[in-house]
């Protein structure tokens, strides 16, 4: 009888901990200030995920393996005195960011994104002020 060795090594974790974080990460950029306005919330949220390197799936319930395996997809949440909620993660995984927009006269456009607590167990969206 022979022994199955797992595949999975100290490095692997480590890589995979690493891209997990870099997904956190990829948000947590200036990109909210720099995106331009748009004529629809999803033209809105795919120049967000562009601008931060990311490639825009659209909204996660319309992904579809594998074509949408690694992208970046959308999900609405709330939308509260002219700002629209969403969180963004990584296809098939968890979110990791809360996006605002605002329409105004230009169109849709982020007006701040943070980073998702996953330590805050009251649920409340952290509008921006």
Do not use: N
């Not at 601008?51 to 074509?67: E, N």
């Not at 992208?71 to 996006?99: M, N, P």
């Amino acid at each position: 009888m022979s022994r199955v060795r797992p595949r999975c090594t100290i490095a692997s974790l480590l890589a995979s901990l690493a891209l997990g974080l870099g997904a956190v990460a990829l948000y947590q950029s200036d990109a909210a200030e720099l995106a331009p306005a748009a004529a629809t919330p999803e033209a809105a949220l795919a120049a967000f995920v562009v601008l931060a390197g990311g490639v825009f799936a659209g909204p996660c319930a319309q992904t579809r393996s594998p074509d949408d395996i690694g992208k970046v997809c959308a999900g609405f949440v709330d939308e509260r005195d002219h700002l629209r909620a969403y969180l963004l993660g990584r296809t098939f995984s968890e979110f990791t960011t809360w996006v605002f927009l605002d329409e105004d006269g230009r169109g849709w456009a982020v007006v701040a994104s943070a980073p998702l607590d996953f330590h805050d167990m009251t649920m409340a969206i952290p509008w921006p002020r």
